[in-house]
């Protein structure tokens, strides 16, 4: 029966720690908020489904793993829910009645979580060591408030030993488990962070340009898409090397990054050439962001290995335009992209596509280095 009991709520710990896991590294919550309150709720009904479940020690002692899914939320350094399922875990005592004994096991908890967090804290980067440290601490709290409510009778000195034995055995077995979880999504998320982004500049490739532009025409917001590329790049490669090229294309990129809003989307599409998607602009008003970038880039002096700072300009199409294919609008700014460079580059061209409008150029003196 001893070995049914664990074995039932080892496995309940584990599921849970499996399906909580997948919450905390979900996508798909948008709002951290409501992630941080389902992650709470969860762990804190797995640790009340831990205590009622149990393991019996005797016939008149029983012991649980309440303490397991806080020492997971302490690992994962979530603040929010650690609190909330630790209230929800330590009133929970109270269930039995209103009595010394509860309050005792609701400080002991507070305490628990409380400690596991600092624990956390101070040895983020020794995942194992951390993991186990936790786990003690967790035992150390549970035996003072056994010893406080039970005294140091033959039956505490039982429960004592059983909760310690237990309780490193789940616990190791627990902290491998989230260890493991922990550097498989770590994995995940590298191997999609490489299929999504430029080796190179760190902004999302071709691909994902693709995907992210693909329904842009359904959304019936107004948009901007940019197309810019270095001037006389190739010059540069034949002149400094393809090494010094990709620092420049890295320094040019972080300008980017730099000048256009978070919710923008910045792409390296191949070569020199960037693509920029900028929402809910006026065509004056994306101008001058295209201009803002040009000067940018044309004031900047770009750091080469093994050869001094050089200045470069950048060329500037832009499609203006609303319930427009995404397909059609990278034609357009493409098309004044070339325009650019074909009246002497270091420029922005802007291309009105809802009004049919013609070319209209701003046109700016080039920057010589």
Excluded at 229 to 255: C, E, S
Aim: aromatic content about 8%; charged content about 20%.
């Amino acid at each position: 029966m001893f070995i049914a009991e664990l074995l039932l709520n080892a496995c309940i710990a584990f599921t849970g720690f499996y399906l909580i896991a997948k919450i905390i590294y979900s996508q798909r919550l948008a709002s951290s908020s409501l992630k941080s309150l389902i992650v709470g709720l969860a762990t804190g009904l797995l640790g009340v489904l831990l205590m009622f479940k149990g393991i019996a020690v005797n016939e008149s002692l029983r012991m649980d793993l309440r303490h397991l899914p806080l020492v997971l939320l302490a690992f994962y350094g979530v603040r929010s829910p650690l609190i909330i399922a630790t209230l929800i875990i330590g009133c929970s005592r109270f269930y039995f009645g209103w009595t010394p004994q509860a309050v005792v096991a609701f400080l002991a908890v507070l305490g628990i979580s409380s400690g596991m967090y600092f624990i956390h804290k101070r040895l983020l980067h020794r995942p194992l060591l951390q993991n186990l440290i936790m786990n003690v601490w967790a035992l150390f709290m549970i035996s003072i408030a056994v010893s406080i409510n039970l005294g140091f009778s033959d039956a505490a000195l039982r429960l004592l030993a059983s909760t310690w034995t237990i309780g490193l055995a789940v616990g190791l077995l627990s902290s491998l488990l989230t260890i493991d979880f922990q550097l498989l999504n770590e994995q995940v998320q590298r191997y999609k962070q490489s299929a999504e982004l430029d080796h190179l500049t760190g902004l999302y490739n071709r691909r994902v340009w693709d995907e992210r532009t693909a329904l842009l025409e359904a959304e019936g917001r107004v948009y901007n898409v940019l197309a810019l590329d270095i001037d006389h790049f190739k010059h540069v490669n034949d002149t400094y090397g393809h090494a010094n090229g990709d620092l420049v294309l890295q320094q040019f990129a972080r300008i980017l990054q730099e000048e256009t809003r978070p919710h923008d989307i910045t792409a390296r599409i191949g070569g020199e050439e960037f693509m920029v998607l900028v929402y809910d602009l006026t065509p004056s008003k994306v101008a001058k962001v295209a201009n803002r970038i040009r000067e940018r880039i044309a004031n900047t002096r770009f750091q080469l290995d093994g050869f001094p700072a050089i200045s470069i300009t950048a060329s500037v199409g832009i499609a203006h335009g609303k319930h427009v294919a995404a397909q059609r609008m990278n034609i357009l700014a493409d098309e004044a992209l070339y325009a650019a460079k074909e009246q002497g580059r270091n420029r922005v061209i802007l291309y009105e596509v809802d009004a049919e409008a013609a070319m209209t150029t701003q046109d700016r003196e080039p920057v010589r280095s």
